[in-house]
């Protein structure tokens, strides 16, 4: 099983600010990674697929890149709104797994 | 637009046999793979497995022996059926669209408890 290990658990900013997110996979997924936000009391949604490609109507503020087993999201500049847990998730081998989250709180 | 509604009972004794269902509606089950996915409060998602319309399925291996999933394309519905349930099976369940989760249901709580 591949094990997705997201860093860090919990990160801290204030609306404006840049948030890095960090999704290491402990064997090659390819470019199969996603990445879901979720807020309390609601299913995650779909931001990133494929790594880098955006959802139809996502903010151009989300990003994501890879680099081999190094997956990022990049929000460039915090809206009140985008304060969240964020998950990654593989579907190259099965069973698909999710890393554990990263909870981006306001300062 | 598609949605998906996850249907069954919020309560489940241990040992006992749960099953959901999940509606879809603004689209139809062919050509998709329709999964399951649980939530145990305060902790990440985990993939129970998932269903093609044609019928054919996989389950998580850790789950496996205990796993069923159907469709019914006539009713535009796919069910899960999970088996054996201890407290440990307490979670949110969801219903998605697919490996890439574009859809999801709101989820139901299911709580095993006597």
């Known amino acids: 099983e591949i094990v997705l290990t997201q860093s860090p658990a919990t990160l801290s900013l204030s609306p404006g600010e840049r948030a890095t997110l960090s999704c290491r996979a402990s064997?090659?997924?390819?470019?199969?990674l996603a990445w879901y936000q979720q807020k309390p009391g609601q299913a995650p949604r779909l931001l990133i697929y494929d790594a880098s490609k955006r959802t139809t109507g996502l903010p151009a503020r989300f990003s994501g890149s890879e680099s081999g087993t190094d997956f990022t999201l990049t929000i460039s500049s915090l809206e009140p709104e985008d304060f969240a847990v964020y998950y990654c998730q593989q579907r190259s081998n099965w069973p698909y797994t999710f890393g554990q989250g990263t909870k981006v709180e306001i300062k | 637009q598609v949605q998906l509604q996850e249907s069954g009972p919020g309560l489940v004794k241990p040992s006992e046999t749960l099953s959901l269902t999940c509606t879809v509606s603004g689209g139809s089950l062919n050509s998709y793979y329709w999964s399951w996915i649980r939530q145990p409060p305060g902790k990440g998602p985990e993939w129970i497995g998932y269903v093609y319309y044609t019928g054919s399925s996989n389950s998580n291996p850790s789950l496996k022996s205990r796993v069923t999933m159907s469709v019914d394309t006539s009713r535009n519905q796919f069910s899960l059926k999970l088996s054996s349930m201890t407290a440990t099976d307490t979670a949110l369940y969801y219903c998605?669209?697919?490996?890439?989760?574009?859809?999801w249901g709101q989820g139901i709580l299911v709580t095993v408890s006597s």
């Open positions: 998605a669209r697919g490996s890439i989760l574009d859809y």
């Open positions: 064997q090659s997924v390819s470019s199969y």
